[in-house]
């Protein structure tokens, strides 16, 4: 069970560590999803089935369709660099 939670907090730190570093900003809005949805594992890997179903929903669904819906209504959704 270390190991598990081990590996999922790595992809956590390294998809944070990502939304940080990647110059594209739509990548970066996925990599913040990833955050989340490692994080709901997290929570699901804790007992605690109805927090990590909330945080699935809400921070890797519901943020990340907001944060892509702002980048495209500020023109930054682009995949190409100009």
Do not use: C, H, Q, Y
Not at 15 to 36: E, F, I, K, Q, R
């Amino acid at each position: 069970m270390i190991w598990i939670v081990s590996i999922v907090v790595f992809i956590m730190l390294a998809a944070a560590l990502a939304v940080l570093l990647l110059p594209n900003m739509l990548s970066a809005v996925a990599a913040s999803s990833v955050v989340s949805l490692a994080l709901a594992v997290l929570f699901a890997l804790m007992k605690a089935p109805d927090v990590a179903m909330t945080e699935a929903a809400i921070g890797a669904g519901l943020s990340s369709l907001l944060l892509a819906m702002g980048l495209r209504r500020l023109g930054l959704w682009k995949l190409d660099e100009d």
